[in-house]
């Protein structure tokens, strides 16, 4: 299998299996970055050159990546795999500027309470450690033309990331007319208001954005109409969103509920371990390469909850030894139950003779 | 065939005790391990790379003697310290894809997935159960008194010798199941569907070994495909050896399928305990014979990173101790030679109950 981060290659010379071990791409990748971190025969591996604090919690990291990096589009998305303790971990963060110059890229990343990979990157990884890097993807991407209406983003917390890559991009191309990009930026506090001294200097020098603040420890919680009436016209706007899953749920069921609303994109960000309701009595686990499903109860084995619903995964001992069941899941989050462990990491291996679901789940299989 | 006394309360206080041995080492799992297992990566590849260029552009008889001995040396760090160790799924945890139990794939004939069915699933879930363990004397010896003798069984030592020099020919052959074919279980066109990827992995390792790296040497072609062959027959004695002390030498309990039934976690942790032994060495013995020389260890948690076998050895000794149980440590020596034994012995006609004094003495 070629890693999560990596597209498959699909030249002949890699394929050849008359040619191992001389194309063996693992073992030629691993010498090459013997020599060089940053050499690679298709990974995209990036250098941290700098890491600058943007709140308390929040900080930006710049990396310089090697050619294979293909470029991106402001508001796409990454995803950043680094080494903690052995382990690899993977997380998807958005492109926090529009193209640079230099063609050095950068990602803000919020630290989040028992965040594995967030402290990891916040107070750990030194300057001029290599990570390796996804190319970039997504379509949360600033329109090729204007529409008349502008545009109105919506951005909680870190969701701001995405934006902006857009507004810079937006400005660069010259976007003139007075208020035409609205900007409503949720957050806890003036402290906690990532970018915010940018974005103030950005909007006092360009008349084109319109920027709304709304301090939810001042102002409570936003409801999503109280909060959107802020900008009167924006069922009208093209419009992006982007935040924690709660809030982009309240928005987004407010925008369904509007008559003829302009479109309303979404960027959809973080792994917030998704815990079942102690009162809910399955969850669903979706199969993703065979496209089947099946409902499964809390605590049981995921592999007899499958076999119940008629499905047949590869097996072997059934007791957590063999490792015959083991698959992928790609999301959600599940307990061993030989060892009590919980775990919503992404695309980690799990037997599931021995899991069970705790949440809705992915699997690949 | 009793094998222990203990009751079910002593068999779920040992269940526990090695729990907690098991849980301390998996949850300090980390960067040390990780740089274990890629150092061993490293290693392995060094001598690859060593032995085919020695093999490939040397001409003198010491670069030929050197060049056989680090490809034998890398084929067997990458079979047992890497290749066996990566197939249980010990390094899974990383979540690194270049050392992961369903993706890696190993320089031995041997299908890497028909050899997860019948070691990791087979084996290491009904090991020394006659009859269900297809490793226990690998379906052509006769080790055990328990075994039924057959006139076959004549051929023992001849089995025992040719499957040593084969050795990754008869485990890469294994799961093909050939024996349930000529006991009419088994179609012949069954048979061939489940040599499939068997077939499919001779066809690669015969190129690499035999045709692709002698013909990249032109001149030198017969010397490298001559030291490949013997680089090859070097790791399979290895492995046979190392291998056939796991379960194989005086003291190691068989176990009957009804004796099995309705294990819990503590009964097949005794079984894995009574019916596996140990070789004592140095830590590079250990790592060259991917830790196997821990058996014991490595039956009660095969998926427990290998390299941290010695470090809970005393532990589980003493588990041994507290409970009666024998804990079957002994040289390769002692340990090889009482598998000779038992090669010979068992030959011929034997029964459990002629052989108790014989078995004690040993």
Known sequence: MSSVLTAPRTSAFWRAGWLHPLNDRHALEEMLAGIDPLLSLGTVKARLVARQAETASCCSLRFKPNRWWRGFVAGQHLRLSVEIKGVRCERAYSLSTAPQADGCIEITVQRQAGGKVSSYLHDELPLGAVVELSQASGDF????????????????????????????????????????????????????????????????????????????????????????????????????????????????????????????????????????????????????????????????????????????????????????????????TVQDLVTGTVSSEPNEWIRLCVSSAQSDLELDL | MSTHTLSRKQIA??????????????????????????????????????????????????????????????????????????????????????????????????????????????????????????????????????????????????????????????????????????????????????????????????????????????????????????????RNLWAYTIIFCGHFPEGTKVFREEDCQNETRGDWYVRQMIGSANIKGSRWFHIMSGHLSHQIEHHLFPDMPAARYAEIAPKVEAVCRKYGLPYNNASIWRQYGTVLGKVLRHALPSSPAALKPATSGA
């Open chain 1, 141 to 332: 991407t600033p329109p090729t033309t204007l529409p008349a209406a502008g545009l109105l983003l919506i951005a909680a917390g870190s969701g701001i990331t995405p934006m902006r890559g857009l507004l810079q991009t937006l400005h660069a191309r010259g976007v003139a007319a007075p208020g035409s990009i609205c900007l409503i930026q949720v957050c806890r506090s003036q402290q906690d208001c990532i970018y915010g001294q940018e974005l103030d200097t950005l909007a006092a020098q360009w008349p084109a954005l319109r920027l709304i603040r709304w301090y939810s420890a001042q102002q409570s919680r936003p409801e999503a109409a109280q909060l959107l009436a802020l900008a009167p016209d924006h069922a009208q706007r093209l419009s992006y969103l982007c935040g924690p899953a709660g809030f982009m749920r309240n928005v987004e069921s407010y925008w369904q509920s509007l008559p003829d609303a302009a479109p309303l994109h979404l960027e959809r960000f973080g792994a917030a371990p998704l815990e079942l309701a102690p009162d809910a009595p399955a969850v669903q686990v979706q199969l993703q390469r065979s496209g089947a499903g099946f409902a499964s109860r809390r605590g049981a084995a995921l592999l007899t909850e499958a076999e119940r619903a008629g499905l047949a995964p590869a097996y072997g001992c059934r007791i957590g030894i063999c490792r015959s069941c083991q698959c992928r899941k790609r999301s959600g």
């Open chain 2, 13 to 234: 206080e040992l269940q526990k005790d090695l729990d907690v041995i098991r849980d301390e080492v998996m949850s300090s799992l980390g960067a040390r391990d990780a740089a274990h297992i890629r150092s061993m990566v490293k290693i392995a590849r060094g001598s690859a790379i060593a032995g085919r260029g020695l093999l490939a552009f040397g001409f003198d008889p010491i670069s030929f003697v050197l060049g056989v001995a680090a490809l034998a040396h890398a084929k067997i760090l990458e079979n047992m310290e890497i290749g066996h160790n990566v197939l249980h799924g010990q390094y899974d945890w990383m979540n690194d894809p270049k050392l992961n139990s369903q993706d890696y794939d190993w320089d031995n004939v041997c299908d890497s997935g028909m050899w997860k069915h019948f070691h990791n699933y087979e084996h290491h879930t009904y090991t020394n159960i006659l009859g269900k363990d297809r490793d226990y004397g690998y379906t052509i010896l006769r080790l055990s008194p328990e075994q039924k003798w057959h006139p076959l069984y004549l051929l023992n030592p001849i089995a025992n010798a040719v499957l040593a020099l084969a050795f990754e020919w008869g485990v890469g052959g294994h799961d093909v199941q050939a024996e349930r074919y000529f006991k009419g279980e088994m179609s012949f066109a069954q048979m061939q569907q489940r040599a499939k990827p068997f077939r499919r992995k001779i066809r690669k390792q015969l190129i690499k070994d035999y045709v692709l790296f002698p013909l990249l040497s032109f001149w030198n072609a017969p010397r490298v495909l001559l030291g490949n062959f013997l680089a090859n027959l070097i």
